[in-house]
């Protein structure tokens, strides 16, 4: 989060501060990509970046702190997710696999390390794969995202019981899916 600062860079990105549009990007970026990945967008970089031009086009009409900033900016993201889902359905394509580096020349990151990196991240999106689209939305807003049930709420156009009870048994359902072996 930006913190104390974030009015003056919020004023500043709506009169098309670059300075100030990049730092909300990166402040945001990970988890909209995150939130992307999550929730199993076919294209989560494609999508992110339809999500910051919405961003960047609508940033002068939006009024409110940095918390309802955030919450705006999900909102976005997951609108550019649902549309992305109608185009696949749509238009199906089967992209072509390309080899996949190991690592980038010069990566400072050991091949250890990434295979890790790669296996906790699929391990979490297995478990996140046993819940409905809609409980996986809410896990990943509330507990990841760390936004309010109202502003959950809003963003996926549900009454704040149902945010309420689908957190609720997705996280029943994640507690019986997670092996008490598997904690050290």
Known sequence: MIGASFPAVLDLAQRRDE?????LYRDLAPAVLGYLRAQGAAEPEDV????FISLVR????????????RSWAFTIAHHRMVDERR????RPEEPAELPRL????GGSATVEQEVLERVGATQALAVLDSLTEDQRAVVLLRILMDLS??????ILDKREG????LQRRALARLAASVSPEAVS
């Open 19 to 23: 300075r100030a549009l990049e730092v």
């Open 48 to 51: 992110a970046s339809e999500v």
């Open 58 to 69: 609508a940033i002068g009409t939006f009024e409110g702190d940095e918390r309802a900033f």
């Open 87 to 90: 185009r696949t359905v749509r």
């Open 102 to 105: 190991a690592l980038v020349a």
């Open 149 to 154: 049930v109202a502003e959950v709420a809003t």
């Open 162 to 165: 149902a945010v309420k009870t």
